[in-house]
C-alpha cells in the first residue's frame, strides 16, 4: 500500500473573502526581509490571483500546482 504525504497551502480566494484584515499582518515579507503591511499583503494576494495562483503553498514543495494546490508525494509506509 502506498501513502502520500500532502502539503498544505493557501486557498487564495477563500482567504480573501473570508480574512480579516489583522490576519493578513505578518503574512509575507519583502526581498529585503520587511514585514508586508496588511495592504500590501492583501495586494500581493491580488496579484497572485491574478496571474492564476489560486493556491499559494505553505514552506517548499516540489510538486506543487497554483491551480490545485499540492499534488502529493508518495511514500512507502514503514
Known amino acids: 500500500m502506498t501513502m502520500a504525504i500532502v502539503h498544505i497551502s493557501l486557498d487564495v480566494k477563500g482567504f480573501l473573502a473570508n480574512a480579516p484584515k489583522r490576519q493578513y499582518r505578518g503574512m509575507f515579507r519583502h526581498d529585503d ?13 491580488l496579484d497572485a490571483l491574478a496571474a492564476g495562483n489560486e493556491f499559494l503553498p ?3 514543495c516540489d510538486n506543487f500546482d497554483p491551480k490545485s494546490g499540492c499534488l502529493g508525494h508518495p511514500e512507502e509506509p514503514k
Not at 33 to 45: F, I, N, S, V
Open 33 to 45: 526581509g520587511r514585514q508586508m503591511t496588511p495592504d500590501e499583503a492583501k495586494h500581493h494576494l
Open 58 to 60: 505553505f514552506g517548499k
